[in-house]
């Protein structure tokens, strides 16, 4: 068995702590590619904020953004999927949030749009590398069907927060926890594992010639599909109980560990 594709998440994977991609990770990457590999990023981030890490990484591939939401080539913008939230979806969900006073965030266009540059607003532009654009409560009737929208809360409230969205919504939407405190929803049809099929079979590439590395829980769904996957050391047990094998954490160079261990000696050298 040979590995053809590789799908890393960004944040808490290839990412460090300071959101950095290491010089080890780069060269790993490098070699990968070199080798005839296609290497991608399968991240919850909007295309305009994984955009960047793909150039630095010299990647010219689809790009896995918003969880699935948006498969969207890097160099030449062409779009492979665009599945966004129903409308009305959407409008009741951000009639629930205002109801209960959550703070949402909107990706519409592959822009981000928030009622304020308040605390978390201004937090999160420092996490994703983009401006987020305040619109009051014009938010809450934004017209069009957004690609996503996000619920930032205190970890402890966003499970209760996910459990009340499940409940009012159902099959009308796909609700999971990313960050611990963020809750991404998108449409009922997105997840990272149905993004990285779609985008195998695109490139004819099979389920077992294919390599996820991820953390948290929005990379279930990819371990899961990828004949082979990688949970980072930092990785919750629900998330590792699911993968093939453990690398290091995003602060240890854990997804480079993985790619030189499968260039080198190939999926055995994972086995204990």
């Known amino acids: 068995m040979s590995i053809k594709l590789i799908a890393v998440d960004l944040d808490d994977t290839l990412l460090d702590n300071s959101l950095a991609v290491s010089a080890r990770a780069r060269e790993a990457?490098?070699?990968?590619?070199?080798?005839?590999?296609?290497?991608?990023?399968?991240?919850?981030?909007?295309?305009?904020?994984?955009?960047?890490?793909?150039?630095?990484?010299g990647l010219d591939v689809p790009l896995i953004t918003y969880n699935g939401a948006l498969?969207?080539?890097a160099l030449s913008g062409e779009v492979l999927l665009h599945r966004p939230l129903a409308e009305d979806v959407a409008r009741d969900v951000l009639a629930l949030s205002r109801q209960q006073g959550w703070y949402i965030?909107?990706?519409l266009d592959d822009v981000l749009y928030v009622?304020?540059?308040?605390?978390r607003a201004l937090y999160y532009e420092t996490i994703a590398g983009v401006k987020a654009v305040p619109i009051g409560d014009r938010l809450y009737s934004l017209p069009g069907a957004p690609t996503k929208l996000l619920v930032m809360a205190e970890p402890a409230d966003i499970l209760r927060i996910q459990e009340e969205v499940?409940?009012?919504?159902?099959?009308?939407?796909?609700?999971?926890?990313?960050?611990?405190?963020?809750?991404?929803?998108?449409?009922?049809?997105?997840?990272?594992?149905?993004?990285?099929?779609?985008?195998?079979?695109?490139?004819?590439?099979?389920r077992d010639e294919v390599?996820?590395?991820?953390?948290?829980?929005?990379d279930l769904d990819m371990l899961e599909y990828a004949g082979f996957g990688v949970a980072m050391g930092n990785a919750s047990q629900r998330v590792k109980a699911v993968a093939q094998a453990v690398t290091r954490g995003n602060d240890e160079d854990g997804v480079a560990e993985a790619i030189e261990k499968i260039l080198g000696s190939g999926l055995t050298y994972f086995k204990n």
């Open 29 to 57: 990457i490098a070699q990968a590619v070199a080798r005839g590999v296609t290497v991608t990023v399968a991240t919850g981030r909007m295309y305009r904020s994984a955009l960047p890490y793909a150039r630095q990484l």
């Open 71 to 73: 498969i969207k080539a």
């Open 105 to 107: 965030q909107v990706y």
């Open 115 to 119: 009622t304020e540059l308040n605390d």
């Open 166 to 206: 499940q409940a009012r919504f159902g099959d009308r939407l796909y609700a999971v926890v990313s960050k611990p405190n963020y809750l991404e929803m998108v449409h009922p049809a997105v997840n990272k594992g149905a993004a990285l099929a779609f985008l195998a079979e695109k490139l004819g590439i099979s």
């Open 211 to 218: 390599m996820a590395i991820g953390d948290s829980y929005n």
